[in-house]
């Protein structure tokens, strides 16, 4: 029948115009007695489920049931030796359970496996009088309890969860003390960590006479089962938190899907889009053609258009803005317009009279053999109490004094007492990276032209620290520093790493200098190399004027630009929100709405059941009476005397009011689809 009907449905489109009123009526005939076809068979299905509940069967028992009548019961082999040899029963069962189970021995591990040994040696031998957790409840010892399965295999004591849910039901507090103590105390009772286990052949083998061809099961007694529960949700709440974004298994909250989201549009930026951007100098002028043009955009729809969950039909100009995607072409031009300037052929206007911070030429660098072996500290909460030593202190930030400008300093201590200062301006489009890097190299070229020979010098900065102990960074600021410490072997000039305001008095004074250096910046600036992090930003800046002009000018997406007018303004407000199918179906006009369905022959009319207008994302978010006590109840809520064309896309834009109108248009989505079914 659902063939049936849905060819019945492919015939209205090709219909003549003659025979199109009785081709719809055999149609909606067919889906009639589908639906009535279907709707009985949901209520037999229901009513034989039913049945087998009140047996307690649950959807799988019956399939657990046929499958275990029809399995033929083997019987258990013996297991052979490598050798050869034959095991007796007893001897079998001890082989197994060393090789499913071995001991955790320390002969033959790794490093790695040792270093954990240790650390978890260390905190199980640690002591300590505190509760550092709240103690158990009476809420979540009943959520724990109720959500055991009573028809779960217990362990060998052989109370099932629905026994243990009756036996702490009767007197909570007896269990809820004990699981408390030992939260306190900080043991798990050795009782319940021993198994019963179950061990189950692996399907498909040729030969079960060897250990790797079973699977064992463990059957933990379930009160022990409950309090690890009551355990792991407490240690969930602790380490969610931070844990990185990336891990989707075993979090609540979050599932294959989120996986499968996340690993498209990976794809997409680190697979697809790097592979057609190569050699994008060579052949950017190639995409101002009309088929180049689309050939880019077809690769591109089809992931905008999953990534926001749109239609098919949408038009590229809305799914691209929705899914926050720059046009290919556009991207095209970038890449190739950032090459040109990395390797000097070209310059932005903005920037003719701007030097940019290009890496160190190749033929520039030191002989392999006499490369400087440079390294750092790191000191977390220790001194370094080198008296005879000239300690140095580094600093280089932003600041909201001095518009524009970014700010350094390096100040020289000896014996608790600041006896060199020195004050460096960075033009304002320079990053804080290289106010960093210039006052560490300050500080190099000052301690090599002093007649002491022992320095430590300090900074914050690990990012710079890195760069400078890493060979393979060609930064101008990092090889002058690298040269500066080659060149000069009888200078004991070592790096450390210190935590940026922690009271240490040279540190703070150094921040201190750097913000008296942004209160006069009348000279010229110490360094005005313009990194090649301003510079994306500026043609990324130019790339997006780009597209919000082409997005505005096109003819198609008007029901997006109803929502969001602006491209770039768009983004903002897109990369918060969480897509779904009825919200994509809004925000693009493309969806179960009566203007969409007559357009593409699916339905007999565009009217909507009000009767006075056609059924489009406008009529029914702002105009249909159908909907006006949900829209009254919206006004309300965002506070506006009407919501509608005019000022949708304002109202959007407020970040307290997003979240009550996304509701909305999912809400009245959900009832014109149900509707239109």
């Known amino acids: 029948m659902k063939k049936d009907v849905a060819t019945k449905k492919r015939r209205i489109r090709c219909a003549a115009p003659a025979r199109r009123t009785v081709v719809i009526e055999e149609y909606l005939k067919a889906k009639h007695n589908y639906k009535e076809e279907i709707e009985k068979a949901v209520i037999n299905s229901w009513k034989s489920f039913c049945r087998r509940a009140r047996d307690r069967e649950s959807l799988w028992d019956g399939i657990y049931r046929v499958i275990k009548r029809t399995n033929e019961r083997k019987k258990d082999q013996n297991m052979l030796k490598k050798d050869g040899r034959v095991l007796t029963p007893e001897e079998s069962a001890q082989y197994l359970a060393e090789t499913l189970f071995p001991e955790d021995t320390k002969k033959g591990e790794s490093r790695e496996h040792s270093d954990i040994r240790s650390r978890a040696e260390k905190i199980n031998n640690m002591e300590h009088n505190a509760n550092y957790d709240p103690l158990f409840t009476h809420t979540e010892l009943t959520e724990i309890v109720?959500?055991?399965?009573?028809?779960?295999?217990?362990?060998?004591?052989?109370?099932?969860?629905?026994?243990?849910?009756?036996?702490?039901?009767?007197?909570?507090?007896?269990?809820?003390?004990?699981?408390?103590?030992c939260l306190t105390l900080g043991y798990f009772p050795a009782r319940w960590k021993k198994a019963t286990v179950i061990i189950l052949r692996k399907p498909d083998r040729e030969a079960y006479d060897q250990?790797?061809?079973?699977?064992?099961?463990?059957?933990?007694?379930?009160?022990?089962?409950?309090?690890?529960?009551?355990?792991?949700?407490?240690?969930?709440?602790?380490?969610?938190?931070?844990?990185?974004?990336?891990?989707?298994?075993?979090?609540?909250?979050?599932?294959?899907?989120?996986?499968?989201?996340?690993?498209?549009?990976?794809?997409?930026?680190?697979?697809?889009?790097?592979?057609?951007?190569?050699?994008?100098?060579?052949?950017?002028?190639?995409?101002?053609?009309?088929?180049?043009?689309?050939?880019?955009?077809s690769v591109q729809r089809g992931f905008a258009a999953k990534i926001c969950k749109a239609h098919k039909t949408a038009s590229l100009n809305s799914v691209r803005v929705l899914a926050g995607l720059l046009p290919l072409d556009l991207r095209v031009v970038e890449e190739a317009t950032?090459?040109?300037?990395?390797?000097?052929?070209?310059t932005l206007e903005v920037l003719k009279d701007v030097e940019i911070e290009l890496k160190t030429p190749y033929q520039n660098t030191p002989h392999p053999a006499k490369i400087p072996q440079i390294s750092y500290r790191v000191l977390a909460n220790e001194e370094v109490n080198n008296e005879d030593k000239i300690h140095v202190y580094t600093d280089g930030s932003k600041t909201s004094e001095g518009v524009g400008w970014l700010r350094a300093a390096v100040t020289f201590w000896r014996n608790d007492r600041e006896i060199l200062k020195h004050k460096l301006t960075l033009a304002g489009f320079c990053s804080v990276y290289q106010a960093e890097l210039l006052?560490?190299?300050?500080?190099?070229?000052?301690?090599?032209?002093?007649?002491?020979?022992?320095?430590?010098?300090?900074?914050?900065?690990?990012?710079?620290?890195?760069?400078?102990?890493?060979?393979?960074?060609?930064?101008?600021?990092?090889?002058?520093?690298?040269?500066?410490?080659?060149?000069?072997?009888?200078?004991?000039?070592?790096?450390?790493?210190?935590?940026?305001?922690?009271?240490?008095?040279?540190?703070?004074?150094?921040?201190?200098l750097a913000k008296e250096a942004t209160k006069n910046h009348k000279n010229k600036p110490s360094y005005d190399r313009c990194p090649l992090s301003h510079l994306k930003r500026l043609i990324r800046a130019e790339t997006l004027q780009k597209w919000a002009t082409r997005y505005k000018n096109e003819q198609t997406g008007k029901i997006t630009k109803m929502f969001f007018p602006d491209a770039i303004a768009a983004y903002k407000i897109i990369r918060n929100i969480t897509f779904n199918s009825t919200l994509s179906q809004i925000l693009t006009g493309h969806g179960g709405f009566s203007a969409y369905l007559y357009r593409f022959k699916l339905k007999e009319s565009p009217t909507c059941i009000c009767g006075y207008a056609e059924e489009d994302v406008p009529h029914i978010l702002f105009d249909c009476p159908v909907h006006l006590y949900v829209r009254m109840k919206l006004e309300n809520q965002i506070d506006v005397d009407k919501i509608g064309k005019c000022n949708i896309a304002s109202e959007l834009a407020k970040k307290d009011n997003r979240k009550t109108i996304l509701q909305y248009c999912i809400e009245i989505g959900t009832l014109v689809n149900n509707r239109n079914k």
């Open 338 to 346: 950032l090459f040109k300037i990395k390797k000097g052929h070209d």
């Open 146 to 181: 109720a959500s055991f399965n009573p028809k779960k295999a217990p362990g060998e004591d052989g109370f099932t969860a629905d026994i243990c849910g009756h036996a702490i039901s009767a007197n909570p507090s007896i269990y809820l003390t004990l699981a408390n103590k």
């Open 439 to 512: 006052a560490l190299k300050k500080a190099v070229h000052l301690a090599v032209r002093r007649k002491e020979v022992g320095f430590n010098i300090f900074s914050d900065a690990r990012s710079a620290l890195d760069a400078i102990t890493s060979s393979r960074s060609l930064s101008p600021l990092v090889t002058d520093i690298r040269e500066v410490l080659g060149k000069h072997p009888e200078k004991e000039i070592k790096l450390f790493w210190v935590k940026a305001h922690a009271g240490r008095e040279g540190n703070e004074r150094a921040d201190e």
């Open 211 to 297: 250990p790797k061809a079973y699977r064992p099961i463990g059957l933990l007694p379930v009160l022990g089962k409950i309090m690890e529960k009551m355990i792991v949700k407490r240690l969930n709440w602790h380490l969610i938190p931070r844990m990185s974004e990336r891990q989707y298994g075993f979090v609540p909250q979050k599932g294959t899907e989120d996986a499968l989201y996340t690993q498209t549009k990976h794809i997409r930026e680190a697979v697809v889009e790097p592979v057609i951007l190569y050699a994008a100098s060579a052949w950017s002028p190639s995409v101002s053609k009309l088929y180049i043009k689309k050939r880019l955009d």
